[in-house]
């Protein structure tokens, strides 16, 4: 499906964004949401591991994806022992990009299948919708969550969303690769 995944640049300081294609998504999601696992299943890249590494995140990271267009990586929020100046730093560097960058069409925001969307999700979802982005939701580790109990949380997640809008919802497990293969349709579909 894809074939060539090629890291083009880390940004840690706003602006410096390569060149625009005509195709941009991204990815956002708290720390631990399985954003790594998720693009590692999703392109076949190993993203850095760095949750381990807080004071490290800060920063933005484009992939070429079969000279289509780039995927882009954002560094996850919501980190417990992060020094407030660190947090401004990480949010003015994700505000410049949602603000400036016209090439972003889509954002995925991952959310942990077996929870209620936390404080920092809905504030995402928020300015999110304040700057007009697109986004749709992912929701992370659907292998964690009993068959019989899925439509029970999905619709949890849907009824404390349903304030801000009507959502696309992707269930999905980088573990069994449920729901992989749909997501995956939906961005060849944004990548043509
Ligand atoms: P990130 O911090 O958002 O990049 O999250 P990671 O991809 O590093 O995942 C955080 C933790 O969740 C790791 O221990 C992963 O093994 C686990 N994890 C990620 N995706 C899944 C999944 O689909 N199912 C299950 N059961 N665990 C997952």
Redesign the pocket.
């Known amino acids: 499906m894809f074939k060539k995944i090629e890291l083009v640049k880390t940004v840690y300081t706003k602006g410096e964004y390569p060149p625009p294609f005509d195709n941009e998504i991204a990815f956002a999601?708290?720390?631990?949401?399985?954003?790594?696992?998720?693009l590692?299943k999703l392109f076949g890249i190993k993203?850095a591991?760095?949750?381990s590494n807080p004071g490290k995140t800060r920063s933005i990271n484009f992939y070429n994806v079969d000279n289509k267009g780039y995927l882009v990586d954002l560094p996850?929020y919501g980190f417990a022992n992060v020094s407030k100046e660190e947090k401004k730093k990480w949010a003015q560097l994700l505000e410049d990009y949602f603000v400036n960058r016209y090439s972003l069409q889509m954002v995925f925001l991952?959310i942990d299948h077996r929870h209620e969307p936390q404080k920092k999700d809905l504030e995402m979802i928020q300015w999110l919708k304040e700057l007009g982005i697109p986004f749709m939701i992912v929701l992370?580790?659907?292998?964690?969550v009993k068959k019989s109990e899925r439509i029970k949380k999905l619709n949890i997640i849907k009824s404390t969303l349903s304030k801000y809008g009507d959502y696309i919802y992707f269930p999905?497990?980088?573990?069994?690769g449920e729901g992989i293969g749909d997501l995956k349709n939906e961005i060849i579909r944004l990548f043509r």
């Open positions: 999601g708290r720390s631990n949401v399985g954003k790594s696992s998720l590692n993203i591991k760095i949750s996850g991952l992370t580790k659907v292998d964690k999905v497990s980088s573990n069994t």
